[in-house]
């Protein structure tokens, strides 16, 4: 039946070809939209994007001049995160620099500042041992110059008491010539 002329004939009248391939390149950008949407709802999904999702459903509801400037926008935005966070993760590295130098000279200063009072720690402890032995040998010279101060005393003594007996005997002495010189002054006289 479909075979005969007269069926042709009636199939091409109401058969448009052209209708058919609009037709035909109409589904392969339904089903290229449809691919894109479930795409980006997918990825939306996985990195819970709000933005993405929405986008999604633009794509699917929306024609595509609308989507790509969305998508060219969107790129755009994130080229510029992207440089932003470039010049930030920079700036940031630079400081984290700056602060790592600060920290191994102040390590350094601190090393040399512990070192400087641990040499003045032991000077001090040498001063202090030797202040000791100074007040020692000081306590010592004292007891020493006070000994030394009652043994003068003590001879002192003596030298006054040998002194005054010497004083004594020649007191003695001289009466004892006087005696003899009065004694023996008159028996020479008359002779």
Do not use: W
């Not at 040399?112 to 032991?122: M, Q």
């Not at 008491?161 to 008359?190: C, N, W």
């Amino acid at each position: 039946v479909l075979s005969g002329d007269d069926a042709h004939d009636l199939f091409t009248r109401t058969f448009n070809p052209a209708f058919l391939q609009q037709q035909a390149r109409m589904s392969q950008q339904s089903e290229r939209r449809a691919q894109a949407s479930q795409m980006l709802k997918q990825v939306a999904q996985k990195f819970n994007n709000p933005r993405l999702a929405t986008l999604a459903y633009q794509v699917k509801l929306d024609a595509f001049t609308r989507v790509k400037k969305a998508i060219d926008d969107m790129i755009a935005e994130l080229l510029k995160e992207k440089e932003d966070e470039i010049k930030h993760k920079d700036f940031c590295t630079g400081e984290f620099n700056t602060n790592q130098l600060q920290t191994e000279r102040k390590e350094r200063e601190k090393e040399d500042l512990t070192a400087k009072i641990e040499d003045l720690e032991g000077t001090i402890k040498e001063l202090t041992e030797a202040i000791e032995g100074l007040k020692a040998e000081i306590a010592e010279m004292q007891v020493q110059l006070k000994r030394a101060g009652e043994d003068r005393e003590k001879q002192n003594k003596e030298f006054q008491m040998t002194v005054a007996d010497q004083r004594e005997t020649q007191k003695l002495l001289q009466s004892a010539l006087k005696v003899l010189q009065d004694f023996y002054g008159k028996q020479g006289a008359p002779a």
